[in-house]
């Protein structure tokens, strides 16, 4: 390439793959959602914005730096997760359908919603359940 190594091309060519499939994914199952677990400086978030889905992209990352950089891509909703007791390794330990939670919470996503989570190195795919049965939701006011 030109002044990039093979190592980094062949990282952009498995972002790109990544992000293609997860946009393919969604528009197949009529996904409400793409949620990015962005545990880098935006690359995959960026990546699945450039292919331009008619969903949010809902991207966390625990970077304030990021989220900032990411509010500017296009359909890419950043949310700053802070941590919690539930992720001790942070982002690294996120499952899927926590970051959903936080999708929910950010009203990007609601119960019965189909999102498509793209992690680290792989896709996976997450029913909304209903509010009752998330973690920390339904719990009587009283």
Partial sequence: GFGGSEEDAAEGDFTDSVSA??????????????????????????????????????????????????????GVYPQLFEGDDMEENGLAEMSADRACELGVMADLLKPGDTAVVVFGNGITVEMIEDMDELDGFGEDDK
């Fill in 21 to 74: 499939a997860a946009c393919f994914l969604a528009d197949r199952i009529n996904a409400a959602a793409v949620v990015v677990i962005e545990e880098g400086f935006g690359e995959m978030a960026r990546a699945v914005s450039k292919h331009r889905p008619p969903i949010p992209i809902i991207a966390i990352s625990d970077c304030l730096k990021v989220c900032r950089q990411l509010s500017i891509s296009r």
